[in-house]
């Protein structure tokens, strides 16, 4: 899963802060759309891999990680500064390499009966249709209603890191999840990340500055590349045998 922790930051500078970057959001949406662009791009380029060389893949997979972790970090303290000159191409960069390495998740949905490149579009589709609604709820939510809910999704957001840490620890010791929790962990993470994407329509415009619009399309970027990791994993774990 993508970093989650952007999130939870987000949360800690908008409490009890007025709305500043009024125009935040509608700045940050062409370089979302561009940055899910770039990442479907790279998870082509995953697959190509996979196909033509597939020795290769997880050595790549491990460097593009660790180089997309350090991007991150570095990406978002450039944002929030709004030296977007910089940051842009970085987070240019960031989109591709999280496409390569998502590409590994997007080939087992391909050879998993009953999802194949259908559930792959389904994903999307949902990812879709989550933003055109949590434009709508997020944008009209009162003060009171929206740190309330904010509050709940970050202390879910919690929840589920440490289910996940536990899930890759375990891993590493050779025990799988059993399908019928995957199916329950991908479902309120696909839930969850529901909920960040209303929120991200409360939080953002009042964390960043209308110039900071790289660092709102960064978080953004982040929902919903694990809003479409997490329905995935749902239609993977719906569509398996123990």
Avoid: H
């Avoid at 995953?46 to 050595?59: Q, T, Y």
């Avoid at 991200?200 to 399309?217: C, G, I, K």
């Amino acid at each position: 899963m993508s970093n989650t922790s952007n999130f939870r930051e987000a949360w800690m500078q908008a409490r009890g802060n007025a709305i500043v970057g009024p125009n935040v959001v509608a700045n940050a949406l062409p370089f979302l759309g561009g940055g899910l662009v770039l990442t479907a791009a790279g998870t082509y380029g995953g697959l190509a891999v996979l196909s033509s060389n597939p020795g290769i893949f997880m050595p790549t997979f491990w460097v593009a990680l660790i180089v997309e972790i350090v991007l991150f970090f570095v990406v978002r303290g450039i944002a929030e500064k709004a030296n977007n000159s910089v940051a842009l191409p970085l987070l240019a960069t960031y989109s591709l390499l999280s496409g390569y390495t998502l590409s590994g998740l997007v080939a087992l949905a391909l050879a998993t009966p009953g999802v194949g490149i259908t559930g792959i579009g389904i994903a999307a589709l949902g990812c879709g249709v989550t933003f055109i609604a949590a434009r709508q709820i997020g944008s009209n939510l009162s003060e009171e209603d929206g740190m309330a809910l904010t509050k709940t999704i970050q202390l879910g957001v919690i929840a589920l890191l440490v289910v996940l840490v536990g899930q890759l620890l375990f891993s590493l010791f050779g025990v799988f999840t059993p399908t019928w929790l995957e199916v329950g962990i991908s479902g309120f993470g696909t839930l969850l990340f529901v909920g960040v994407a209303v929120v991200d329509f409360f939080v953002l415009p009042r964390t960043y500055r209308n110039e900071q619009y790289l660092s709102a399309a960064l978080s953004m970027y982040l929902t919903y590349i694990n809003l479409f990791i997490f329905i995935l994993r749902l239609l993977i774990a719906l569509n398996s045998r123990d």
